[in-house]
């Protein structure tokens, strides 16, 4: 298993690299910014990117986005409820007093279920909106662990805020109780933002999140 992280730009993202040993194929989860600092662990882990996969379409999510795509000549992906922020990425800029990132090219929108194969490894699509109307997580379901990608839905010790555009909070424990909770306990949580954890851990210090 290649799984590799980097904390990336002002607001701190987790962005993800993914990669198989046999084929040098990888997928990057939400590339936020710096990408200058994600094409150079690119190069040292020697992987073409196959996708680049957002969680959802938050400024810090994307902002590195178009730079690896033209570099690396790959295909970017999010759920089209995201499609409004990505095209506000200005506006989102504005909020914080920053200038906006270039514009990304969406070339593929995907959708709960979907699977996203690279190299001979596949993950799933879960489509967990609730901090924004798009937000997914990426399940990787490999031998030696399956890894959990979250975005800013569920993180360790806390959930995403729902006070942003399109959130919506009962949107939000739904999304975790039906699609998140239910994975195996030992399943790796990587939220966007913070340290991991695992499902287990996050239903024992969310007591409020239980259905039963």
Not at 30 to 54: C, F, Q, S
Request: proline letters at 7%; charged letters at 20%; glycine letters at 12%.
């Amino acid at each position: 298993m290649i799984l590799e992280k980097l904390v990336v730009g002002l607001f701190q993202c987790n962005c993800t690299i993914l990669g198989c040993e046999k084929t040098g194929e990888a997928v990057v989860i939400d590339p936020g910014d710096e990408p200058e600092k994600i094409l150079a662990l690119l190069a040292e882990l020697k992987l073409k990117p196959k996708y680049l996969l957002h969680t959802h379409a938050h400024l810090d999510h994307v902002g590195g986005t178009k730079a690896i795509q033209e570099t690396c000549r790959t295909e970017s992906c999010l759920h089209r409820g995201d499609e409004i922020l990505l095209e506000n990425l200005p506006m989102q800029a504005a909020l914080f007093g920053l200038s906006p990132p270039p514009q990304a090219k969406i070339d593929q929108w995907i959708e709960d279920g979907d699977i996203i194969p690279f190299g001979g490894n596949k993950i799933q699509v879960l489509h967990t909106p609730g901090h924004t109307p798009g937000s997914v997580s990426f399940l990787w379901e490999h031998p030696e662990g399956d890894q959990l990608f979250t975005g800013d839905t569920l993180f360790s010790g806390g959930i995403g805020r729902t006070d942003l555009w399109g959130g919506d909070y009962g949107q939000i424990i739904h999304s975790i109780q039906n699609k998140l909770l239910p994975l195996d306990e030992k399943t790796i949580l990587h939220a966007g933002h913070g340290p991991s954890s695992t499902i287990g851990r996050e239903k024992t210090q969310k007591p409020f999140l239980q259905t039963d």
